[in-house]
């Protein structure tokens, strides 16, 4: 009885270990080319592309679907380590509440739908290159997310110096500190000028649509922005965002993938 028991473990112990070893999950590791994603994410995604077509040798017949594959080993290990990071606030208990999930999670559909009708959209039609990158590219908003809430934790002490009485300035710190200001006002500066060359851009775009075409889009556009409360900096990305899904040439990119 004993043996027999023993033989029924060991059996399910090499289905198990059988079943873990799947061809889809050999196929990941193998593009991951022996590195692990710590080393890839050192890179940008477009070295890690152009690192990954040079390995495998990927020439003129192949390079779509190079392309394809080695975005879609860099994707893995970005959602990795969003997932990772999302793991670790939760454990913090300083991560965003189920209603701040859930929000996104809309904010993620909308942004999804919108990517959808755009893709199938553009002239020529997107290729399995062009939607690669743009699954890819739209990793980066869920990072984004939780990343706002990591940054939160590592400055606590951020209220506190705040409320702490400023130490009195020798004289020449006084007369520099409008410098700071001037700063910040450049940046502010750049900023809006960066949103206002994303819009203008998008509006061409949406532009050079046929009118039903045109409405459809601007639709679905609304409900990303129109329906979600955006910092500046996401609202930014977004508009970079359906600009790189609109434009019809990968190498005409007014905004590649952001990492």
């Given amino acids: 009885m004993r ?24 196929k990941a590791d193998a593009d991951r080319l022996g590195m692990t994603c710590a080393q890839m994410l050192k890179m940008s995604s477009t070295e890690w592309i152009a ?11 192949n390079a779509s679907s190079s392309i394809s594959r080695a975005a879609v080993a860099y994707g893995k290990c970005y959602d990795a380590r969003t997932d990772g990071l999302a793991a670790a606030l939760t454990r913090s208990g300083k991560g965003p509440s189920k209603a701040a999930r859930a929000e996104f999670s809309d904010l993620e559909m909308a942004l999804k739908n919108f990517e959808t009708k755009a893709l ?24 984004q997310f939780y990343q706002s809430y990591e940054r939160k934790i590592a400055k606590p002490d951020a209220a506190e110096s705040k409320s702490a009485p400023s130490p009195q300035l020798p004289a020449t710190a006084k007369d520099a500190a409008p410098a700071t200001s001037n700063k910040s006002s450049r940046a502010d500066s750049t900023n809006t000028d960066e949103m206002t060359k994303a819009k203008n ?10 009118d039903d075409k045109l409405h459809e889009l601007h639709a679905a556009f609304g409900q990303v922005l129109g329906l979600h409360e955006l910092d500046n900096e996401t609202r930014l990305a977004v508009y970079r965002y359906a600009v790189f899904l609109l434009e019809p040439s990968p190498s005409e990119n007014s905004y590649p993938p952001p990492f």
């Fill in 51 to 61: 690192y990954f077509g040079e390995k495998t040798q990927a020439n003129a017949s």
């Fill in 3 to 26: 043996a027999a028991v023993r033989t029924a473990v060991l059996l399910t112990a090499a289905v198990g270990i059988a079943s873990g070893q799947t061809p889809t999950r050999q």
């Fill in 201 to 210: 851009r998008f509006g061409e775009l949406l532009g050079a649509l046929p």
């Fill in 120 to 143: 199938a959209e553009t002239q020529p039609p997107a290729d399995p290159q062009k939607r690669a990158y743009a699954v890819l590219y739209e990793e980066q908003f869920r990072y």
